[in-house]
Structures are given as C-alpha cells and as structure tokens.
C-alpha cells in the first residue's frame, strides 16, 4: 500500500542505490529535492579540497601546475563529465561559467556556417541562454529568431538555407519535458543547421549519448546533478569533427598552440584544448572532479531509473486525497505540469500552484527544499543518487501540511 | 655592510611588515619569489574554505546564496579589491578569468566610442590581453592597431579622431616596467579614447588610484599579489560615469536588474552589478576574498615601500662581485632589465640571462622559486607582505651559485 510510509520505507531497503545516500552529507531534518538548483555536499570534497588548498597550492605552488596536474585538469575533469554525458576522451573541457561557455559555443557555431544569417534560439530556454544568444546574434549581424522547442520544426522549414546555429534547452527548466536530443539534431542537420545544446538540466540527470545523437556543440551546468558546488565551473561539449575548424571568440591564452610561447598571434590549439580560456579556477574545479565519484560509481543510467521511480511516486502521490475525506491533487490547487512518459521528462517534477512562491517558502521552513519558479512552478527535483522514497513520501506529507495553510489565489486566509 | 647576511636579518628584524610573514603558509625550505604568477597560500583561506564547504554549501544548501551572502560576494569582494587599487565602492566586481572579464570590457569599451573603427592594444602586453584584442577587433569590425605602450602617444596622434578603445598594460609582465596610468589615461582622453586597463601585475603590488586617474575600465588577476589562489577569479572595474552606458557582450542573468524574474529580454542592473556574468564559482571567489586580509592590514603603500627596498637590494647584489676575486653580475651574463626608477618599475624585477630558462629551473631545485619569460628574462617577484630581505639574501646566494653551474649561451659546460 503505497500511501503508507512504510511502503515507502521498504522500497528504501531494497534499494541498490541506498548504499550512495551516505557519499553526501545531507543535513539532519532536511529534504533536499533542489539538486538541479544546487547539488549537495558530496562528503568527499572537502577532504579533496583542503588537500588541494594546504598541499598543492601551499606546499607546491607552482609546482602544482604540473606535479598535481593542475594545467591538465580542465580536459581531465572534462573528460570525465564526456563519460557520464556520452562523449568520447578529447571532446569536453570545463572552465567559466554556464553563460560564458554558451556565448563561445553559440559564436562557434555561427561560424561553423558563415553564409547564414539566421540564429535560432529556444525561447523556453533558461534566461541567460535567451540572452547570450541575442548578443552573439547582435555581435555577429544575424537574425535572431526564438521559438519554443515544440516549434522549431516548423522555424527549420520556414527559414530553410538561412539557418545556422541553433540553440536548444534539453530539458525545460521550468515544466522539466524533456526533448528528444537525437530526433532534434538530426532535424536540424537536415537542415544544414549546427545543434548546440544546452544540457545543464540533463548531464548526469539522464542517459545522453552527445556523440551517437550527432550533436555539434553542447554546454552545461556543473552544480547541478554534478553536485559540483556552487558555481561549479561549466563544460563545453564539441563534437571532434568541428575541432579543426571550431573558431571561438575567447581566445584566452590556455587555448594557444604552445601558450608558453606567449607567442604574438592566437594559434588556436588542436583538439578540444582550443576551447580553453583563461587560467582555470582551480580550487572550483577540482572540487568538482571529487564530487563526480558517487555518479560515476552508480552509473547514471541506474540514477535514472531510481528517479524515474521516485518521480512517478510522487505523482500518484500528489494525486491521492490526503485522508478518507480528503480531496485529490487537483482539488488543492495543484496541478502536475511534468509530462508523465518517461522519455518526455527530465529529473525534476513540476507543479502548479497559483502561490508556488508561499508554498516553496513553507516547504523551506518545513526543511523541504524546493524552489519555485515564476510566475505559479513549484519544482521539486528528485536525483536518485541521494533522494528516497521515504524523503518523496515526507515531502508530499510535508506539502500536504503546506497546502492547508496557504490558500490558493483568490481566496482569503481562514 | 649589506653584502652579509646578517645586515639582511637585522634589516628583517627591524621591518614593520615582517609580522605579516606569518600569514602566509610559505613551505619550509623554499623561497617563494614568484607571488606574480601564483602568491602563496594566505593562512586564513582553508578554514574559510572549510567553512564554505561544509557548513554553508553542506548545511545551508542554497538558503546559502542569501544567507551566507553568496549573491552579493561578486560586488561585495569587488568593493574590497576596489579599496586597494582606489576605486570607490559599485565600480568593482569579481568572477571568470582574466581573459574573459577582457573580452567583456575592451567589448564594452570600444561600444562607447560607437563612431571610432580603431582598436588599439599594447604589444608588449601579456598575451592572452593581445589575442582577446584581437578577437573583439574582429567581432565588432574594428582595425586593430598594435602599438608598445612607449609608441602610445604616437599612435593616439597618428588615428586621431579614429581610435576608440584601448587595452593597456600597467605593468609589463617581462621587464616589469610600470607604465603611468594617471598621465596615460589623461593622453587617451584627450584623443576622445577610452582607457582599459589591465591591472594584473599592479593590483595589489603598487598604489593605485584609479577614480583619480580617470581610467574608463579595468581588469586584474586574483592570483597573483592579492593571493585568491590559483585561477582565483579576476575582476572588472568601471568608472560610475559610464555604469548607464555600459553596453557588455557577456549578459548573463546575474547582470540583469531582476534576475529572478526570469525575463524574456535583457535588461541590465543599474551600476556595476550588470557587469555580472553567470553564477559566480563561488568556492573559488570566497577564497580569494579570505586571501585579502594580510594585504588589507598591511595596507599596499607600506608593502609597496617594501617592495621597493627589496628590489633596490636584489639589483645591488647581483650587481656586487661574488667575491674578493669574482666578477660583477654583468660578467656572469645577468642584465637588470627592471627600470630602476620607483616610479616605473612593478614589484618584479627582470635579470636578462641567455639561458634563463635552466636558470630558473635550476633555481627551483633549489628551493627559490622565480619563472622565466621567453626567451631570456629570469622574473623575481618581491612582495614585501612576505618576502623578507633574509630571503633576497639567499635567493642571490642560490643565483650565484647556480650561474656558476650553469653556462652563459656559446659556451660548453665544462
């Protein structure tokens, strides 16, 4: 009987992935269901950082650059991040932030189609992505063109030979639907187009497989899924086939040829080196590479399946009548705006509420973290790495409680 | 008679910097003159970092972005650098790599000057600021004119009415010789210009006032004399008068005046916040704002002063004979490339020697860690925050004796 804790409980022990709950230091009485907002603390950083910090840069200094791999580190860890994103060694470097990288790969991918004049952007994209494509779309004299994912067919046929590079959100930030990263490269190859993807919501939340689907460039996020810490550095993604001809605008010294030349002209790398910039933020960066060891260890596609579990849990959840009177999900203002079918969703479950900000502010109090996102989304992110099914069922408890308090738009306070 | 080594120490025990020595972990054994590519680890950054980890990133999860101040560490980290180098408060923000805040601000600063179609840049300036030129020239169609920061004036009188924006090295990174920002500045006003610095190799090291000097924007380097740690993330200034103006290619949703509304269009904040990028990396920023203590207290006029002492005495004894019967520097193939004037010289000082290179490396073995800049400069960084005059003492011992191993070019190890 499901609506028991103790279901709950019981699918807890029978769990494989329980044994990766431990990896992370989640705070005592808190639910964490924000991981695509901010990871929590795998256990292993701060060891892997103070040794960093004390040992390497105290002790090395600039010893470390090459003694503890320091210089290597961006293709290493990027490497790494390739594996759980499906790309093969010498395809994904990790540095900046999510915005900075989009703005590289979106220039890049311009030019990888010079004669076009039309730069497509996914207008339910994150924001930031919206607008680092409208610069590099105003840099470069093209047309800006924004479209929901759903349309893009459609944008493909009727600019047809004027469009370039293609922006496009993997899964949506907001409902969490994910798109269909393979069908949608291919159509937009068939449209002589360059597919750059943003996979901030879907690295390590979902199985991708960027070289199989054909995809061109991607970005994403490293404090997500990744667990990498607050403003974990971002990766970029580029397909081998474009690294010879990959022509990116931040040329920073740690993408030359022979950087210790400091050599007059920018000669651009080879392989995915090129798309280096400037010297990266190590402490950032290897703080990330530890936190990646449970992912690795669980293997993402057994994550999915776990989330996939708990994301459904939660929705028949939330669609029970509270008690033997109660009224269903729906009749207290909740709506599930998530696709249900798994291969349309990502790994955060949606709902509306006309008073998503209370109620995401109650939860908080209530020590369940969620967020809420303008103007009436309520997302609740459910990474199997870490999540249980007793924490799904304490949260839809807990939200239930909420809901009670916090009346819906249009009615007054009791 | 400073040519013994107990004048170096009683010049150390009568120091009123030396307390701040202890502030930094500086490994037993080692001689740290390289603090101008990577300053050695500040004594208060791991537990500040252990803090941050564990218990606001561990504990706090993203109640942390506003409780343990995370959103406003880019602009409140940014006043404090904005202190040492005398920008008043709002002007100065902190996130990315040095290479991407000059992307951002040579784009910015060109944009300002709409009309004019030259771009100009320092040639003798650290590479990665030359290919960054370069690539914004290209971006915004402007001709690229380089120029050494000696031929300034000519160039400003050669494109007068054409020349837009330009990059500026403070302090060169080879012969660290320091160019005069408040005369130069006031030079490229007069030619209708706009003057972006870069401030790496003086931000920390040398007084600054860049509100007076009248300079337009400016970037710098954590790592090197304010010790953020390696990457450690660089910083933007702009002058108040151009923040409604400032029109930066790199949006991304930090800069925008509400962020958390999620906009379809761009709208920047109002002053320095719109010169934010992405999320900052935080565990990276917050190290660097805990590195910033000892420099504060110490205050950078009386490190500077130091600074001075110590390089006037390095250039004294590597100009002395070795011994009764040795020769003067010049005749082991060592030349003071440094200006020996206060007023034009950095805190590094540059020996010219034709195998610099194995000078440097065997200098390391050593224990005395400097670098070397192709193809023959042997840079020594003197931070008078730690390095004592004890230190320059034994760092010109080790160099005579190492010259004495290492042969002068055309000559064949005996």
């Known amino acids: 009987m499901e609506s028991t804790r103790e279901w709950a409980e019981k699918q807890d022990l029978e769990d494989p992935l329980s044994v990766f709950r431990k990896e992370f230091a989640l705070p005592t009485g808190v639910i964490q269901l924000n991981g695509n907002s901010l990871g929590p ?44 994103i499906g790309a093969g060694a010498g ?25 076009r004049p039309v730069l497509v952007s996914d207008s339910t994209n994150f924001p930031t992505d919206r607008y680092l494509a409208t610069s590099v779309a105003r840099l470069l004299g093209l047309r800006l063109i924004e479209t929901p994912m759903g349309e893009l067919g459609e944008v493909l046929r009727r600019y047809r030979g004027e469009v370039g590079a293609i922006l496009c959100g993997a ?46 460039l ?16 971002a990766f970029l993604y580029s397909a081998a086939r474009h690294h010879d001809t990959l022509d990116l605008p931040l040329t920073g010294w740690h993408g030359h040829a022979r950087p210790f030349d400091m050599a007059d002209e920018f000669v651009p790398a080879s392989g995915i ?29 057994a994550v999915r399946r776990k989330s996939l579990r708990l994301g459904d849990y939660l929705t028949r959840l939330v669609a029970e009548p509270s008690d ?31 008073r998503a900000p209370e109620v995401s502010a109650a939860l908080m109090e209530r020590g369940v973290v969620t967020d809420s996102r303008p103007p009436d989304l309520l997302r609740l992110c459910l990474n199997g790495l870490y999540v249980s099914h007793t924490d799904v069922f304490d949260a839809v408890a807990t939200l239930r409680d909420v809901l009670r308090e916090v009346p819906r738009a249009g009615e007054v306070a009791g």
């Open 41 to 84: 603390l795998p256990r292993a950083v701060p060891d892997a950082l103070d040794e960093v910090v004390r040992h390497q840069w105290g002790e090395h200094l600039i010893r470390a650059w090459s003694e503890d791999g320091w210089w290597d580190a961006p293709v290493r860890v990027g490497d790494r991040i390739g594996r759980l």
């Open 91 to 115: 395809r994904t470097v990790v540095g900046e932030s999510t915005s900075v990288q989009l703005f590289n790969a979106v220039t890049a991918a311009a030019r990888l189609r010079p004669d």
């Open 171 to 216: 899964v949506d930030f907001r409902t969490g639907e994910l798109w269909d990263i393979s069908r949608t490269t291919a159509d937009i190859h068939a449209a002589g187009g360059i597919a750059v993807w943003d996979l901030s919501h879907a690295a390590g939340a979902v199985p991708l497989d960027v070289d199989a689907a054909g995809v061109d």
């Open 218 to 233: 991607a970005v994403g996020c490293g404090y997500k899924y990744l667990s990498g810490g607050p403003g974990a550095p």
């Open 273 to 301: 080196d090129r798309a280096r910039t400037g010297t990266p933020h190590v402490l950032s960066l290897l703080a990330l590479e530890a936190a990646l060891e449970p992912l690795e260890a669980a293997g993402v596609a």
């Open 324 to 354: 033997a009177s109660g009224a269903p999900g729906s009749d207290r203002g909740l709506e599930v705006v998530t696709p249900s079918a798994h291969d349309r969703r990502g790994n955060h479950i949606t709902l509306r509420h006309a």
